[in-house]
């Protein structure tokens, strides 16, 4: 009766645009474009895709395997499908890592709803030193950041509530054409540009003396975090999948939305720096404190241009993150509210409690208040030991753990029998996704665990 009254999306285009959005997020803008140009351009792209092939597919193939065959929670689905509770126990990290990079995420998501509103009131205006000024002003006073970020979480949480198809889907087949519309536009004013040319080149221009050992285990480590591996998102929305959903084919149209994405971000972000000659750096700064001014520059002799073109990034930014929020939220709701058999609109109120504390943390640890160094563990702010401990050591446990899960401890005929729905498609795939998925996802995992630390 459970499995029978359980919500499912409602299409097969729900399906997509909402996997592919719990994937598309702030890293798509800021990180996959400047790796791609620092890393040989077109040949690193060409390694990326070849890893996506190798881990990507295989990973959410396999996490898409649980959460279907189980149609319940992280928590429940893999001991569901293993047969053996104690399986539970990697669903319950997934939970836990999702929780907190929530947590910390929405931090980061009300910087760019703060920096829409200011885009709003023209209050992005000025040069270098300004905005540079600006910024560390906003992420250092001691209630605002708090503020957007809990607001950020509301939002996310008025989307939960309304459930699978009419909340998560719906939401989904607005925002990511808004998204996708939203990011052409402002790659079609960026490629108009004066000198666009040499940022097109920087990124599409293969350099094949720059692939090396490390190119590849960036590229791994890139498809590995892209995709969302090891949250439990995935297996999460899989949950919801009708029973002939194919596989397969929704992990390769997914990873591929996914990666164009993230090509077109590039070709947003490195023609308009290009033509004022500027490079931006990777990480956050290149958003909230190279682009605003890249913006007034490029855009000087139109300023009302630039004026909405700041306008759209800053929505961009927005829309790519609550994408990615609605999915992680999803993940504790759809445990808060099976396990403990409460109404949905309660389960989601206490993952909604739950990471606003965490994120109030995170941001006044960026601060410079009394307050700000007692949340400082090894001289790192909170938010960084967050992204560090999630990014470096529970993601990459949790996919690992999966992999190993479905190549060697639940049953083949269980994993053929959803891999192929039941013998009906990709029947000679199969033996190839369990080699892979056997050996060659927890290889790479492992690569990437160990590039992290330095150790390759």
Not at 20 to 27: F, T, W
Not at 214 to 239: I, W
Not at 293 to 322: E, K
Not at 335 to 353: D, H
Request: aromatic share 14%; glycine share 8%.
């Amino acid at each position: 009766m459970e499995q029978a009254e359980r919500a499912s999306f409602g299409s097969k285009l729900g399906i997509i645009l909402a996997t592919a959005g719990s994937a598309v997020g702030l890293g798509n803008v800021w990180r996959f474009p400047y790796m791609t140009g620092q890393n040989g351009g077109a040949a690193f792209l060409m390694v990326y895709f070849g890893c996506i092939l190798l881990l990507g597919i295989p990973g959410m193939v396999s996490e898409f395997i649980i959460g279907r065959h189980s149609q319940a929670n992280a928590a429940r689905a893999y001991g569901h499908i293993a047969g053996n509770k104690l399986w539970k126990l990697v669903g319950h990290l997934g939970i836990l890592t999702s929780t907190i990079i929530l947590g910390f995420y929405a931090v980061v998501a009300g910087w760019c709803l703060q920096y829409l509103f200011a885009s709003l009131t023209g209050s992005l205006t000025g040069d270098a030193d300004y905005i540079l000024r600006y910024f560390n002003t906003f992420v250092t006073h001691p209630w605002k950041p708090c503020l957007w970020a809990v607001v950020f979480i509301v939002i996310t949480h008025l989307v939960i509530v309304r459930g699978v198809q009419k909340g998560i889907e719906r939401a989904s087949k607005v925002l990511m054409p808004l998204l996708f519309v939203l990011l052409v536009t402002i790659v079609i004013a960026s490629c108009l540009l004066p000198g666009a040319g040499a940022g097109i080149e920087f990124l599409f221009k293969p350099d094949f003396s720059k692939v090396s050992h490390s190119v590849f285990l960036e590229a791994l480590g890139q498809a590995f975090f892209s995709l969302s591996l090891g949250t439990c998102c995935l297996c999460t929305y899989a949950s919801y999948f009708a029973r002939d959903t194919h596989l397969l084919r929704s992990a390769g149209e997914i990873a591929l939305l996914d990666s164009l994405i993230a090509i077109l971000s590039g070709l947003m972000i490195f023609p308009a720096a290009f033509s004022v000659g500027v490079q931006p750096d990777s990480g956050p700064s290149v958003v909230f404190i190279t682009l605003p001014h890249v913006f007034q520059q490029a855009f000087g002799a139109m300023p009302a241009v630039g004026y909405v073109i700041g306008i759209m990034f800053y929505a961009l930014l927005v829309f790519a993150a609550l994408t990615s929020t609605i999915s992680m939220h999803e993940i504790g709701t759809a445990f808060f509210t099976e396990e403990l058999k409460i109404e949905r609109s309660k389960g989601a109120w206490i993952l909604t409690a739950i990471c606003s504390v965490i994120a109030v943390l995170c941001a006044m640890s960026m601060g410079q208040s009394s307050w700000a160094s007692m949340l400082q563990p090894f001289g790192l702010s909170l938010l960084d030991c967050c992204d560090f401990i999630t990014a470096q050591v529970m993601l990459p446990a949790g996919a690992f753990l999966t992999s190993l899960f479905i190549g060697w401890f639940v049953s083949k005929p269980t994993v053929r029998d959803e891999f192929t729905n039941h013998s009906t498609i990709y029947t000679s795939l199969f033996p190839a996704y369990l080699f892979a998925v056997r050996y060659v996802v927890p290889f790479c995992i492992l690569l990437i665990f160990l590039h992290q630390f330095g150790v390759i």
